[in-house]
């Protein structure tokens, strides 16, 4: 199905607005009947009918090389297989996931039902009731599927087979692990006949005085009979729940189309959403029938604010930002890429309470709680297409192959799609580290088309290309230009970027300051750059975690592992152990440089006699009201 934003076919307006429950969802996760397979060929064909007799359960969601099955790969560059795209080995282990469920009987007698994967690695096939769905990948994107025409009374069964390799594989080689299964969670969703099936939120005009809200409903009839009946859109904004502004449209749907509607909804007085003050508006969209009756609700969080680049610096809210970033992988040492919201919920506030203000997801997609969680605790959010060849040779051989285009524009559309309300991105990037090539302009060109509100990044060639708003070099020195060995040309200093009479973008550093081992030792010197050079807007340290895996040795001691430790010939070692803080989330020293650095309080020493101290807050959006200064003379 086509993606769209998060939706949840609330039972009424009230539910909505709370958001705690009445939603027709079901959950999939949980105990699954899995078999394991070390090739396609080897599944059994009566498996997709029935269980197989000998299988085992298997956590929903989990990766199955964490659950006793296969094992881990590890590497930053090199694919772990042999490169011949868009071909996979023959050898290619396969999980052959079940589930029985059973559905309410409404949901057979109106409406559809469809199952939602929020992630699967890397790719798969869905049976239901022994007749075959559909086929998707990309895994770190949600797969939708109408299982309407397929469900009946009483118990179901659906099975997927998720093959470890694919062809897109070829565009997920990022630096981490790789880990297959179904990672994330798998969810019902039932909408009735008539429904709301994709809404877009744009704050416009985010002033003082007033604030503009634009949005956009698409409404699907699915019902001739119902779809010919006048139906009506309630829209309604609330603030601490409180109403500040409503509108209730007319809509009539014609049958088996979209009706989209555009509403735009004034609010007075509006207190605007930034990463220091993250004021969250709740919006409710109601369908109606003609006696007035709910039909569904579709509810999201909507922060009021505007970014932009203007006079070659991003601005929120017409402010310069400055960003005190870092990279974020999902990753757990128990379970992998299944990563818990408690968990990331726990990293985010360790972050904010380490001086930073923003996340790039490295490098896709991260589930759809983090950006709830980014737009409710105020994080500043690169949100990153699921790109990336880095061992591909050239890098962006794919990226100049037609027949990849698709591939790629693909993923960069379905994100947008999907995580276009929230206030939290700032920044949508096409990817990392796939070259550039004519794939590139067509994606660029898409997501500008999607979504005109938000500037677009992407890193290759220094940013000497032109599907890139922002200059965002990776490991770029501050006033010394880097030649590596073998190069043609040099890795431009960030210095050098500002000095160039042609350029007049916003300098941001999308990785820098690699916090591997014994790191950050000349962290203070790019900040006294960022401070010094308006354009020079900050950037986003490699990375946040360390990437090891819990290990036992043979006496029962636990530790970390890495590449090359579970088996695995094809790796590149500790390379992924270069993280802040530990895999339990426990402070790495380069930490607490990272916060001194980026403290938002500057102290200056002005004077003896009698003493002086100049202090100077950074902070854009909020005040000094809440803070205590305390000083010792020793």
């Known amino acids: ?188 969703l039932h909408k009735p006949d008539l429904h709301i099936s994709d809404f877009k939120v744009t704050p416009t005009r985010c002033l003082e005085q007033e604030a503009l809200v634009n949005i956009e409903v698409e409404i699907e009839g699915a019902d001739q009979a119902v779809a010919a009946s006048s139906c ?25 189309h979209f009706s989209k509607l555009t509403i735009e909804l004034p609010i007075e007085a509006p207190k605007l959403w930034s990463h220091e003050v993250p004021n969250l508006y709740r919006l409710t969209l109601t369908l109606l029938d003609k006696g007035g009756n709910d039909i569904e609700s579709e509810a999201c969080n909507v922060g009021l604010r505007e970014i932009e680049i203007r006079d070659g610096l991003l601005r929120l809210n017409g402010k310069p930002l400055l960003i005190r970033g870092v990279n974020k992988h999902e990753h757990d040492p128990a379970t992998g890429h299944a990563e818990s919201l408690d968990r990331v919920e726990q990293q985010l506030k360790l972050m904010k309470q380490n001086n930073f203000n923003a996340v790039r997801c490295s490098h896709y997609p991260h589930q759809p709680g983090f950006y709830g969680l980014c737009d409710r605790l105020g994080l500043l959010v690169v949100d990153e297409a699921n790109i990336e060849t880095h061992g591909m040779r050239p890098m962006n051989a794919l990226a100049e192959d037609a027949s990849w285009e698709m591939a790629f524009v693909s993923r960069g559309e379905r994100m947008v799609k999907r995580d276009k309300n929230h206030p939290c991105i700032i920044i949508w990037s096409l990817g990392n580290e796939a070259g550039y090539g004519a794939a590139h302009d067509v994606m660029y060109s898409a997501i500008r088309k999607l979504d005109p509100s938000r500037p677009i ?71 006294d750059a960022f401070r010094a050079e308006p354009r020079l807007q900050g950037g986003f340290i490699w990375d946040w975690v360390d990437q090891g895996l819990d290990c036992e040795t043979e006496d029962g001691r636990h ?67 809440n803070e205590v200064l305390h000083w010792q003379l020793v």
């Not at 090739?39 to 000998?54: K, Y």
């Not at 290759?460 to 073998?486: F, H, K, Q």
């Not at 970390?560 to 402070?587: K, T």
């Not at 607490?592 to 950074?618: D, G, H, W």
């Open 1 to 188: 199905l086509p993606a769209h934003a998060l939706l949840r076919s609330f039972r009424g307006e009230d539910n909505a607005r709370t958001g705690m429950a009445g939603s027709r969802m079901l959950s999939l996760d949980g105990q699954w009947q899995f078999s394991f397979f070390d090739r396609p060929e080897d599944v059994p064909a009566s498996w997709l009918t029935q269980d197989i007799e000998d299988a085992d359960s298997i956590d929903v969601p989990s990766n199955w090389q964490l659950q006793g099955y296969d094992k881990p790969i590890y590497t930053n560059v090199k694919y772990p297989f042999p490169v011949d795209p868009p071909r996979v080995p023959t050898e290619n282990p396969t999980g052959c996931y079940t589930k029985a469920f059973c559905v309410p009987d409404e949901w057979l007698s109106s409406g559809r039902t469809r199952v939602i994967f929020n992630g699967v690695n890397s790719a798969f096939y869905l049976v239901c009731n022994g007749l075959f769905v559909g086929y998707s990948q990309d895994s770190r994107l949600p797969a939708e599927f109408d299982l309407t025409d397929f469900l009946q009374s009483g118990d179901n069964r659906i099975a997927v087979m998720v093959l470890r390799w694919s062809d897109g594989s070829y565009l997920e080689d990022q630096d981490m692990w790789w880990l297959s299964g179904i990672f994330r969670s798998v969810e019902l």
């Open 232 to 256: 009506s859109l309630q829209a309604r904004i609330y603030f601490e729940d409180k109403l500040v502004a409503e509108q209730l449209t007319d809509t009539p749907c014609d049958y088996d």
């Open 457 to 527: 990044q992407y890193e290759p060639d220094g940013s000497n290309t032109p599907v890139t708003d922002i200059i965002c070099p990776m490991y770029a020195r501050v006033d010394e230009d880097l030649w590596y060995p073998g190069a043609t040309q040099a890795v431009p200093s960030i210095m050098n970027w500002i000095q160039r009479p042609e350029e007049n973008r916003p300098v941001i550093l999308c990785e820098y300051a690699h916090a591997m081992g014994n790191s950050l030792g000349n962290f203070k010197d790019y900040w």
């Open 559 to 625: 530790f970390w592992g890495y590449g090359g430790d579970f088996g695995d010939e094809i790796n590149d070692r500790q390379f992924c152990i270069n993280g802040l803080v530990f895999p339990d989330l426990s402070p790495h020293p380069a930490l607490y440089e990272a916060k001194k650095v980026q403290q938002p309080f500057q102290f200056e020493f002005v004077n003896t006699n009698p003493l002086r101290i100049r202090v100077c807050s950074e902070h854009l959006f909020r005040t000094t009201d």
